[in-house]
T-cell receptor
């Protein structure tokens, strides 16, 4: 079993849809949870950062962490074609910037 | 604010050769990390440098080595290249324990 599992998709939705992206993990020591967006031929770009459990909202994006279920989610409201990218979840145990463990990434396509 | 910059953007090497990749950290960041991203996979942690010392390493062999310089720029060196080393190599910087900011990577092809 891999430490972090993420469905690679691809996921295709129409413009304006609500998108739900998820990751599960096995290491209960993870405390820092990140979502990165990666466009083709670019590096990952930090979208959301959450420490421990709970919800965090930033514009159209909401990140949720459920440590009891070892499950994290990213919701995108009113999806746009510009949201088409690969979304990577990442986690770490002692600091948000140290030794991140990434999922494989989910490829999202939003059609207009 | 200048982001993380990496050079070169693309590189082709032959099996058995050595390669050096370079990275300039985001302004004000004192920690630099390197990740390897194979096609269709998430990035994998190679190592991290803080104050010119390696202070964390992933599951990579010793032929992967690095340096951090006083201006916080960094190099990744890979010796005795293997075909499986073909990947996107990502440099990331941070300040203290803050989340990482990535560069756009160097695409290495080993033939």
């Amino acid at each position: 079993q891999k430490e972090v599992e993420q469905d690679p998709g691809p996921l295709s939705v129409p413009e304006g849809a609500i998108v739900s992206l998820n990751c599960t993990y096995s290491n209960s020591a993870f405390q820092y949870f990140m979502w990165y967006r990666q466009y083709s031929r670019k590096g990952p770009e930090l979208l959301m950062y959450t420490y421990s459990s709970g919800n965090k909202e930033d514009g159209r994006f909401t990140a949720q962490v459920d440590k009891s279920s070892k499950y994290i989610s990213l919701f995108i409201r009113d999806s746009q074609p510009s949201d088409s990218a690969t979304y990577l979840c990442a986690m770490s145990t002692n600091q948000a910037g140290t030794a991140l463990i990434f999922g494989k990434g989910t490829t999202l396509s939003v059609s207009s | 604010e200048t982001g993380v910059t990496q050079s070169p953007t693309h590189l082709i090497k032959t099996r058995g050769q050595q390669v050096t990749l370079r990275c300039s950290s985001q302004s004000g960041h004192n920690t630099v990390s390197w990740y390897q991203q194979a096609l269709g996979q998430g990035p994998q942690f190679i190592f991290q440098y803080y104050r010119e010392e390696e202070n964390g390493r992933g599951n990579f062999p010793p032929r992967f080595s690095g340096l951090q310089f006083p201006n916080y720029s960094s190099e990744l060196n890979v010796n005795a290249l293997e075909l499986d080393d073909s990947a996107l190599y990502l440099c990331a910087s941070s300040l203290g324990g803050s989340p990482l900011h990535f560069g756009n990577g160097t695409r290495l092809t080993v033939t």
